[in-house]
């Protein structure tokens, strides 16, 4: 569902410096660590771990190169350790550790930190959407100008993209996360509120989310050697 996440313990990093907010807008994403056999399990059954690997690396510096000129604070939740050197330049985007459960808890976790900072519009996004672009979070944020929400739809029945003005705590449970229900107990929960329904889109997760793309098909060659 794009926004997909385990383990949330890690190695020791000064990641409780605060920053102070240089926009009322924040970014937060959403992050695996990239190491062989954790990351795109499902895709990897098909195409193997190496190359599911691959595949992870490539989106990831997709997702950077989507928000890194976006006019937001951006801050980046890894699942299992903080990476200090790694794409995510620091002087971008402040680093920290998802906490929580399950992926309720810690998006849940994510956005109070958020709020209790004084961001006044906080949207999160997964790192592992190829078909999202710089205008699409743009255009997800000016939605938070007259709605207090924003959600992107995904293919799969989940969403890519989560925004909101105020925190709405009902959000992160009794969701059966990684589900195809998640997207429509989301609508259930937002059904009395202002929100915004952006255009839906495909994330990866399988190999028939790629199979018909260009971009990955110098991935998928040893599939069509004989």
């Known amino acids: 569902m794009g926004l997909f996440t385990t383990n949330d313990t890690g190695e020791d990093y000064a990641e409780d410096v605060f920053h102070f907010p240089t926009s009322s807008k924040l970014l937060l994403i959403f992050t695996r660590n990239p190491e062989l056999g954790k990351c795109k399990t499902r895709l990897a059954t098909k195409i193997g771990a190496e190359?599911?690997?691959?595949?992870?690396?490539?989106?990831?510096?997709?997702?950077?190169?989507?928000?890194?000129?976006?006019?937001?604070?951006?801050?980046?939740?890894?699942?299992?350790e903080i990476w200090p050197h790694d794409l995510w330049d620091p002087k971008v985007y402040t680093k920290k550790?998802?906490?929580?459960?399950?992926?309720?808890?810690?998006?849940?976790?994510?956005?109070?930190?958020?709020?209790?900072?004084?961001?006044?519009?906080?949207?999160?996004?997964?790192?592992?959407?190829?078909?999202?672009?710089?205008?699409?979070?743009?255009?997800a944020f000016t939605a938070l100008n007259s709605h207090d929400f924003v959600l992107g739809p995904a293919t799969d029945g989940?969403?890519?993209?989560?925004?909101?003005?105020?925190?709405?705590?009902q959000l992160f449970s009794e969701k059966q996360w990684g589900s195809n229900s998640v997207l429509k107990d989301t609508l259930s929960d937002l059904r009395n509120e202002r929100f915004?329904?952006?255009?839906?889109?495909?994330?990866v997760d399988v190999y028939e989310d790629i199979a018909h793309l260009e971009a990955f098909q110098p991935f998928l060659k040893h599939l069509h050697h004989d």
């Open 196 to 203: 915004v329904l952006l255009p839906e889109r495909n994330d």
């Open 51 to 80: 190359k599911a690997l691959e595949i992870y690396k490539f989106l990831l510096k997709h997702t950077v190169s989507v928000t890194q000129n976006l006019n937001t604070d951006k801050r980046v939740y890894y699942t299992d």
């Open 97 to 139: 550790l998802q906490v929580g459960d399950h992926l309720g808890s810690r998006m849940e976790q994510a956005f109070q930190e958020g709020f209790q900072d004084g961001y006044q519009k906080i949207i999160i996004i997964g790192s592992d959407m190829y078909d999202l672009s710089q205008s699409d979070l743009e255009a």
């Open 158 to 169: 989940g969403y890519y993209l989560l925004g909101m003005k105020k925190p709405w705590p």
